[in-house]
């Protein structure tokens, strides 16, 4: 058994990729991360065992370039325009209501890729535990626990606006 040309694993992968690539990294370095790791993969494509699970491989190649985009970021220096005179009420000026990001981004960092890469990549868990180095029940924990976060937040002002009808 040979291996698809690389043109129809970007095709067919490439936008699973990319929602997993957003919700780990967010929007703003997504597209980059995108990049990364397709180019990571061109290189070591010649090498994947042609039985892989092209899928699972592919999320955990996003997943390090996903760790490297967060260790360049975390050492680059965030310009800002106004410093503003106090905190926003909420501590948070960047939320706005209705982002999948910003929901994401209320997660812990272990939370927030177990969710990703079940709900978003439809990875098992014993392949999120390989490419996170856990246990399966830990990925499993994890995205359980990640979801009920969500449902938390969400739950909050759906009900609200139900009571206010």
């Known amino acids: 058994m040979s291996l698809q040309p690389f043109e129809q694993i970007v095709a067919d992968h490439g936008p699973m990729v990319l929602r997993v690539c957003r919700a780990v990294v967010g929007p ?23 039985d892989a699970n092209v899928e ?15 260790r ?12 503003p005179d106090g905190a926003a009420p909420d501590g948070r000026p960047e939320d706005w209501e209705g982002d999948l990001w910003a ?5 812990p960092e272990r939370q927030r890729r177990a969710v990703a890469y079940h709900y978003l990549a439809g990875l098992p868990y014993r392949d999120i535990a390989a490419i996170t180095e ?8 994890a995205a359980a626990d990640g979801m009920k976060t ?10 609200e606006r ?3 009808r």
């Open 162 to 164: 139900g009571a206010a």
């Open 28 to 50: 703003a370095d997504a597209e980059d991360a995108w990049s990364e790791t397709f180019l990571a993969a061109l290189r070591s494509y010649p090498q994947l065992r042609p």
């Open 56 to 70: 699972a491989w592919l999320v955990t190649v996003a997943h390090r370039k996903a760790v490297d985009l967060a």
């Open 103 to 107: 929901a994401l981004r209320t997660l």
């Open 134 to 141: 856990t246990t399966t029940d830990a990925a499993r924990r």
């Open 72 to 83: 360049a970021a975390a050492r680059r220096a965030v310009p800002v325009g106004d410093v």
């Open 150 to 159: 969500l449902r938390a937040i969400y739950r909050g002002p759906i009900e």
